[in-house]
């Protein structure tokens, strides 16, 4: 019973949640907290500014957090952001956001999580799935 208790307790504070607001973001898939640090959306890849559908992500993303408590479980750092997941009243927002065909899942980091939310988008025709094969990958484009 007491490894079980400890088991869990440690679970919680290696990933802790907590709520944030965010005060900007820069794209679908980077934001800044009122405290001014910046996080990265884990899983997911946006278009990068520049690139078709980067605004419409932007956007959406503003859409669904603005006034909004963010829940957020990060998991690490990249580029001296936190690399966290994000929901907002239970609502995954990478899901949606891949959903809408405004992010791609990311398989290198993301294990396939939001491989079926990017097969629905891509289905639908919906966001950067307008474009042929869904356009340039912002991991490509980044190389680039």
């Known amino acids: 019973m007491i490894s079980r208790v400890m088991?869990?307790?440690?679970?919680?504070?290696?990933?802790?949640?907590?709520?944030?607001?965010?005060?900007?973001?820069?794209?679908?898939?980077?934001?800044?907290?009122?405290?001014?640090?910046?996080?990265?959306?884990s899983g997911i890849d946006c278009p990068e500014i520049g690139q078709s559908y980067a605004e419409e992500a932007?956007?959406?993303?503003?859409?669904?957090?603005?006034?909004?408590?963010?829940?957020?479980?990060?998991?690490?750092?990249?580029?001296?952001?936190?690399?966290?997941?994000a929901s907002v009243v239970g609502l995954d927002i990478q899901k949606e956001l891949v959903g809408w065909g405004l992010c791609y899942d990311y398989p290198k980091y993301s294990s396939g999580q939001y491989q079926q939310a990017e097969a629905f988008a891509r289905k639908m025709k919906r966001g950067v799935w307008q474009q042929p094969d869904g356009g340039m990958r912002p991991w490509d484009y980044r190389h680039r």
């Open 58 to 85: 932007r956007d959406y993303l503003l859409k669904l957090t603005q006034g909004r408590d963010v829940s957020l479980t990060c998991n690490g750092w990249s580029y001296n952001r936190r690399v966290c997941s």
């Open 7 to 41: 088991l869990a307790l440690m679970l919680l504070l290696a990933s802790p949640a907590y709520a944030e607001r965010f005060v900007s973001c820069h794209d679908g898939d980077t934001c800044t907290l009122e405290d001014s640090q910046r996080v990265r959306f």
